[in-house]
Nanobody
Framework: QVQLVESGGGLVQPGGSLRFSCAASGAFFSINAMGWYRQTPGKERELVAVISRSGSTTYADSVKGRFTISRVNAKNTVYLQMNSLKPEDTAVYYC???????????????WGQGTPVTVSS
């Protein structure tokens, strides 16, 4: 059974930094894109950053220059370094990975459990 397990997050003051990691485990053939999303109450989940298997990255405009996504393919792990955090970054953060579990079925989306981040003084 494929699982994505997140770690990191918590409470931080404005201007501070946090680092997330998300590791995929279980039986699968490969992972395509990996990414981070966030959601606040009453709003839809939104993309924060995504990274392809080859390392190409895309960021939401609101986090460009402050957040950095990276991955280590050999560890099936994606990271999110968040700097210069703002109160508006407060949300539950989820990792997502496109994972090939069964040959012929294509890649499917798997989600982490979600980790809350609170940016407040």
């Amino acid at each position: 059974q494929v699982q994505l397990v997140e770690s990191g997050g918590g409470l931080v003051q404005p201007g501070g930094s946090l680092r997330f990691s998300c590791a995929a485990s279980g039986a699968f053939f490969s992972i395509n894109a990996m990414g981070w999303y966030r959601q606040t109450p009453g709003k839809e989940r939104e993309l924060v950053a995504v990274i392809s298997r080859s390392g190409s990255t895309t960021y939401a405009d609101s986090v460009k220059g402050r957040f950095t996504i990276s991955r280590v393919n050999a560890k099936n792990t994606v990271y999110l370094q968040m700097n210069s955090l703002k109160p508006e970054d407060t949300a539950v953060y989820y990792c997502k990975a496109e994972i090939l579990v069964y040959i012929g079925n294509g890649y499917s989306d798997y989600w982490g459990q979600g980790t809350p981040v609170t940016v407040s003084s």
